[in-house]
C-alpha cells in the first residue's frame, strides 16, 4: 500500500510539474506576442525619414533576424511587418529601391526581401547591387505569378530564394522559419574550419585557413601521428593540429636509439622559448632511430609534418592493442573539429591558431604536465 501511495505520489507530481511548465511557457508565449503587437504599434512612429523616406521601422527585442523588405506596395509591407513581427523578426520596410541600397549601407541585415516589379529601380538591380554591397545578406524576391521565371533568373545573381504572393500569415512565417535555419546552418558550416586528408608531402602547402590530416596515418589524442612502413615499424611525428597552434621550434630533443618507451610516455619534445614542449608516445616499443635532420633544422617538424618533419622510427611491440585506440577517418575529422573548438574557447585564433602558451598547450592538448623550463 505504501509503495502504490508512493508511486501515485509520484506520478502526481510528474504531472503537475509539467503542467506548471506548459502553463509557464503559454504565458511566456503570450508575453512576447504582447510585446511583439506593442511594437507595431508603437515604434512604427519613430522619427527615422533621415535614413529614408518610406521607411518603416519595427524592432523587437532579442530579434531572430533583421530583415529589410522593398515593395512599392504599401499593403504588402505592412502584411510583411505585421506578419514577420509576431514571429519574433525585426522589420524595416521601404518603397524603393535605392532607399533599400542605402539602408544596407548603413545597416546590418539578415535578409532582404524585394519585389520584381517595381518603378526607378526593379528587383533584379536591387538583388545585383545588394549582393555586391553585401555579399552576407541573404536576398529573397517577392514574386507574382507572372514573374515566377524571372524569379529564379534571380537566383543566378546571388538570391537564394523567393517567395510567391499572395502568401498567408502561416505560410510567409513557415517561410521566414526555415530561411533562418538555412542561414544559421550555412554559417554554422562556414564557422566551422576545413579539415582535408592529404598525402603526406601536401601538408606543406595547405593554407592557414585550412588542417589536414595524413592519408594511411593514425593520430593519438596527444597529437601524435604515427604511419606503418613496410618492414613492420612504425615512423611517428607530430599533427597538424599541433603544427599550428605552436610556433616554430628553436631545437628538437630526439628519442634515444634503443630507449623503450611506453603509450602515453614522453618520446619527443620542441622548445618553443624557454619552454619544453613534451609529446607523448603513440605506441609502446623501442627507438630505431630519430631524423638527424631535425638537429640541422628542427623547424621541418611543423614546415613538413608528414613527410621531412617526422621524428622517429619505432619498433612497436604491443600494436595488435594498442593501434584501435588511434584515430583515423572521419572519427578523426570529428575529432579534429572538437579540439579546434577547444583551443578556440582557450581565446586562441583558429583555424591558424598558434602561437599558444606552452605549458596550456602541453596540459590541456597532450594530457601532459607542465612543459619544462631551461
Known amino acids: 500500500m505504501t509503495a502504490l501511495i508512493v508511486v501515485l505520489m509520484f506520478i502526481a507530481f510528474v504531472v503537475i510539474d509539467i503542467f506548471v511548465r506548459k502553463v509557464s511557457e503559454s504565458l511566456k508565449l503570450r508575453r512576447e506576442r504582447r510585446e ?61 529601391g535605392p532607399e533599400a541600397l542605402g539602408l544596407v549601407q548603413r545597416n546590418d541585415y539578415d535578409f532582404l526581401f524585394t519585389d520584381l516589379k517595381m518603378p526607378v529601380m526593379d528587383g533584379v538591380e536591387v538583388v545585383k547591387a545588394v549582393k555586391h554591397l553585401r555579399p552576407d545578406v541573404d536576398v529573397v524576391v517577392i514574386t507574382g505569378y507572372g514573374t515566377i521565371e524571372t524569379a529564379v533568373q534571380t537566383l543566378q545573381f546571388g538570391a537564394c530564394e523567393y517567395v510567391q504572393k499572395p502568401f498567408t500569415a502561416e505560410e510567409l512565417g513557415d517561410f521566414a522559419r526555415r530561411l533562418l535555419i538555412k542561414r544559421e546552418a550555412r554559417l554554422e558550416a562556414a564557422r566551422k574550419p576545413t579539415i582535408k586528408v592529404v598525402a603526406p608531402a601536401l601538408a606543406e602547402g595547405t593554407p592557414a585557413g585550412e588542417f589536414c590530416v595524413p592519408g594511411g596515418a593514425f593520430i593519438s589524442s596527444a597529437h601524435a601521428w604515427a604511419r606503418l612502413e613496410p618492414n613492420g615499424q612504425v615512423r611517428i611525428g607530430l599533427d597538424d593540429f599541433a603544427r599550428k597552434a605552436l610556433s616554430l621550434p628553436s631545437s628538437v630533443e630526439l628519442p634515444r636509439p634503443g630507449q623503450t618507451v611506453k603509450a602515453g610516455e614522453p618520446l619527443f619534445s620542441l622548445k618553443e622559448g624557454e619552454a619544453w614542449v613534451r609529446f607523448p608516445s603513440p605506441l609502446s616499443g623501442k627507438v630505431v632511430h630519430g631524423n638527424e635532420d631535425l638537429k640541422a633544422d628542427p623547424r621541418l617538424t611543423l614546415r613538413s609534418p608528414y613527410d621531412r618533419g617526422w621524428v622517429c622510427l619505432l619498433q612497436p611491440s604491443d600494436l595488435a592493442t594498442e593501434l584501435p585506440g588511434l584515430r583515423i577517418g572521419k572519427p578523426l575529422v570529428d575529432w579534429y573539429q572538437e579540439e579546434i573548438a577547444r583551443l578556440r574557447a582557450q581565446g586562441a585564433s583558429a583555424p591558424a591558431a598558434g602561437p599558444v602558451d606552452p605549458a596550456a598547450f602541453e596540459r590541456e592538448f597532450l594530457g601532459g604536465r607542465p612543459a619544462a623550463t631551461v
Open 36 to 96: 511583439r503587437e506593442d511594437v507595431l504599434r508603437v515604434s512604427l512612429q519613430l522619427d527615422i525619414a533621415d535614413e529614408a523616406k518610406s521607411l518603416k521601422r519595427a524592432e523587437v527585442p532579442n530579434p531572430k533576424a533583421r530583415i529589410l523588405a522593398v515593395d512599392d506596395e504599401a499593403v504588402v509591407l505592412d502584411s510583411f511587418r505585421r506578419i514577420l513581427v509576431l514571429e519574433g523578426f525585426s522589420v524595416d520596410t521601404v518603397e524603393t
